[in-house]
């Protein structure tokens, strides 16, 4: 049967309402502010082999990767009606530790299940849970090795056919700062995976069971004849780019007067027709420092992404458009590292950097189309200790926005998350209601976009006062050089982490350091500015022209 343009549309609309569902019921139900209020998390659709065929507009760098860890737990086969698997191993499907999957198999409604019997779909969500354990509070320290950055989870069933494994669970909760925010966003994952294993098996009721593979297949052939005609329209040729990242000589915690160690990632991107090859030879390789590097399957959803954000608002999402798309990967590299390395940073921090060489080598092919680089990291902070106050522990993790980069056709916007990360801020108010800070200071980093012919976005002041005694993590990126510009603009102004004690004194404290705070102390994070794009205009000077960004 071949299905006509308003049936694919139909079949990705109700898939994709699925994933939505199911996002809001994870956010509506979780319990940390870092999933219910920023939204840090993730939902999609899968066939029955593991390919993502609906995605809701979450964060890219979890759902470019969440095929993998959907296919990875294929091999706990044979499934069962109320099944729920889960994973967070980084080197097994995962991105980074605090990223927690869970995946169910879909049967049909109405239909008698046998032992044995293969699923028609799955579903899946990954949130970012505040808390896994680790050497420091947040599970993102400045770590050397995987095992520091906290509990690795294998692929493994968290509910067995409706029953759960509270054996499992209890390990799970057993290895966090703060238990009780860990039984309570689990149990939101599990709702919502639950959710969308119904709302799915009510569309094969709909559609029938061949009916949904048939839809499954033809909307994965119209994402790939997208995306094979978008990267028709580009050059053939070799474009090269390559970008660094800042990596510490040292690692003591709070140190100051920091020297970085350039880290390099280089593209080589070949436009052959309607293909598109990555190939990241020559990159520095893997490192003990700083948490860096960045498993297989972040590179590709980062370059995944990039791909897909020329292709318009209108194109599908789903696996289908990364079928014309292939890699070269180094092993052993900051882009496809291998374990014991740490890779928290790699999923936050290497991910933006990968994505900003992409843009940077497509600049060189559609010099009118491509923007300068954005502000290039989450700037990751996470705080932990006991609340005094409270009498409990706790654990919390926030990104926080910059500048984005100009573009051919408008200045970059301020105060936005870019690229790889695609939350919401967490409410000032919401914080002391739960935590023994506050913040002190929200505001826009005026004049940190990089001047051209459209300014880059600026970049974002928070500042943190602490009440109690705690723990404060720092990962960020672009400290030492700001954001590329294009055209002749100026790139942006690069950001700026400080402790200021209650005293008065202060230390910078680098792009990544782990601290100690008292009550008084304070910890500000300045954000990277935007680059700019084209040189600026001279008075009188005609506007030149551009083609439309898609």
Request: hydrophobic residues 40%; aromatic residues 6%.
């Amino acid at each position: 049967m071949t299905l006509s343009a308003s049936d694919i549309s139909i079949a990705d609309a109700a898939l994709t309402s699925v994933a939505e569902e199911m996002g809001e019921a994870l956010g509506r139900t979780a319990y940390s502010p870092n999933i219910k209020e920023r939204r840090d998390h993730s939902c999609g659709v899968f066939n029955a082999a593991g390919e993502m065929v609906a995605q809701a507009a979450h964060i890219p760098v979890h759902l470019g990767a969440m095929p993998a860890a959907v296919r990875q737990v294929l091999d706990l086969a044979p499934f069962a009606p109320g099944d729920v698997l889960a994973l967070n191993d980084p080197f097994l499907g995962g991105t980074h530790l605090p990223d927690l999957t869970t995946i169910a198999p879909v049967f049909a409604e109405g239909v008698p299940h046998a032992p044995g019997d293969q699923p028609i779909a799955f579903v899946a969500t990954r949130a970012h849970h505040a808390d896994i354990g680790g050497m420091a509070p947040g599970s993102m320290p400045v770590a050397t090795e995987l095992l520091q950055e906290g509990l690795v989870v294998p692929p493994i069933r968290l509910v067995d056919a409706g029953r759960p494994n509270e054996a499992a669970i209890a390990l799970i909760v057993r290895n966090s700062r703060a238990p009780e925010e860990r039984r309570g966003d689990l149990r939101a994952q599990l709702a919502a995976t639950a959710l969308g294993a119904r709302r799915l098996e009510a569309l094969a009721s709909r559609f029938g069971v061949e009916g949904l593979r048939e839809r499954f297949d033809a909307l994965l052939d119209h994402g790939e004849r997208v995306i094979r005609a978008v990267i028709s329209e580009i050059p053939d040729g070799r474009y090269e780019f390559e970008d660094m990242l800042e990596i510490p000589w040292a690692l003591p915690e709070g140190y100051a007067g920091w020297t970085p160690l350039h880290a390099v990632i280089h593209l080589t991107l070949t436009v052959e027709g309607d293909t598109m090859h990555f190939d990241f030879t020559g990159t520095s390789p893997e490192t003990d420092r700083a948490s860096l590097n960045a498993v297989a399957a972040v590179t590709r959803s980062a370059c995944y992404y990039t791909v897909r954000c020329l292709a318009g608002r209108d194109a599908p999402a789903n696996e289908g458009c990364y079928r014309p798309v292939s890699f070269t990967l180094p092993e052993r590299s900051l882009v496809a590292a291998g374990p014991p390395r740490a890779v928290s940073a790699g999923n936050v921090e290497t991910s933006q950097r990968i994505v900003d060489v992409a843009l940077g080598a497509l600049a060189q092919a559609l010099p009118e189309r491509i923007p300068a680089a954005s502000q290039g990291t989450m700037n990751n902070i996470t705080i932990g200790g006991y609340d005094s106050a409270r009498g409990r522990p706790y654990a919390y993790y926030e990104t926080i926005a910059g500048g984005a980069g100009g573009g051919p056709t408008r200045d970059g916007r301020s105060g936005v998350h870019t690229h790889m990360t695609n939350t919401m801020n967490t409410p000032v108010e919401a914080l002391p209601l739960a935590y023994p800070f506050t913040v002190e200071r929200y505001e826009l980093r005026r004049g940190t976009g990089g001047a051209g012919w459209h300014s880059g976005g600026d970049g974002l002041v928070r500042e943190y006062r602490f009440h109690d005694r705690a723990t404060v993590t720092i990962v960020s990126e672009r400290r030492a050089s700001g954001p590329w510009a294009l055209h002749g603009a100026a790139p942006g102004r690069p950001g700026r982490n400080t402790v200021i004690r209650a005293d008065g004194a202060s230390e910078d404290l680098g792009a990544r350091a782990q601290v100690e705070v008292g009550p008084g102390d304070r910890v500000r994070i300045e954000t990277p500015g935007g680059g700019g794009w084209g040189r600026r205009r001279r008075r009188g000077a005609p506007t030149p022209p551009t083609n439309p960004v898609p």
